[in-house]
């Protein structure tokens, strides 16, 4: 169990440029979720997924943010035209559902800098 | 409204001695789950304790044990011992809808507390 994997760690843009993130779960987990945290504050739900499927989406994910998980294996976050607000850090978790936890993983996250 | 609110910003304590850190969740879903988990200033998110709504006893972890008054909801994370390594940020996390809802699972966090540990 080598636990949740994100790439970059961290990435600094240009205003209006696009980036993409990538997240490994832990490879039995069939439960992925993105969060992001700002500085100071407690982590936001963004988006989560259950296998390939896309089940969920926080009114917080614009539509310059899109994200994916080709074959329910890892995943993708886009972001595209990137202003300053969305300089953050970017949380990946998975799970397997099971009760009574269902305890999520945290990766190390991908600090997004916007110039 | 807030659904999870931590009212300490910071918090301070010396070495060996207990310390608590306060909670307080607003939900109406009668299934639900709490955690807490330590964010050292590395960044990574370390899960520390879990109790669930239809928990009779109180959580506990080692070092950490959680004192859950649900007709309060409050599930207040107690340190014992602490120890120089607990100075950390600490998120309260709450998990609404898993009996059957829709929430798939996703966490509301609080906005946390710094514990700063002093020798």
């Known amino acids: 169990d080598t636990g949740v994997s994100q790439d970059p760690r961290h990435k600094i843009t240009k205003r209006g440029q696009n980036v993409t993130f990538r997240c490994d779960p832990i490879?039995?987990?069939?439960?992925l979720y993105w969060y992001r945290q700002t500085l100071g504050q407690g982590p936001e739900f963004l988006t989560y997924?259950?296998?390939?499927?896309?089940?969920?989406k926080s009114r917080l994910l614009s539509d310059r943010f899109s994200a994916e998980r080709p074959k329910g294996s890892f995943s993708t976050l886009e972001i595209q035209r990137t202003e300053q607000g969305d300089s953050a850090m970017y949380l990946c978790?998975?799970?397997?559902?099971?009760?009574?936890?269902?305890?999520?993983?945290f990766g190390p996250g991908t600090r997004l800098t916007v110039l | 409204a807030q659904k999870i609110t931590q009212t300490q910003p910071g918090m301070f304590v010396q070495e060996k001695e207990a310390v608590t850190l306060d909670c307080t969740y607003d939900?109406?879903?009668?299934?639900?789950?709490l955690f807490w988990y330590k964010q050292p200033s590395s960044g990574e998110m370390i899960f520390l304790i879990y109790?669930?709504?239809?928990?009779?006893q109180n959580a506990t972890e080692g070092r950490y044990s959680l004192n859950f008054q649900k007709a309060r909801k409050s599930a207040n994370l107690v340190i014992s011992a602490s120890q120089l390594g607990d100075s950390a940020m600490y998120f309260c996390?709450?998990?609404?809808?898993?009996?059957?809802?829709?929430?798939?699972?996703?966490?509301?966090f609080g906005q946390g507390t710094i514990l700063t540990v002093h020798p």
């Open positions: 939900t109406s879903d009668p299934s639900y789950g």
């Open positions: 997924f259950q296998n390939e499927a896309q089940l969920e």
């Open positions: 109790q669930g709504s239809y928990d009779q």
């Open positions: 490879s039995e987990h069939n439960r």
């Open positions: 996390a709450m998990r609404e809808g898993t009996a059957g809802g829709t929430s798939y699972g996703k966490l509301t």
């Open positions: 978790a998975s799970s397997s559902p099971g009760p009574p936890v269902d305890e999520q993983f």
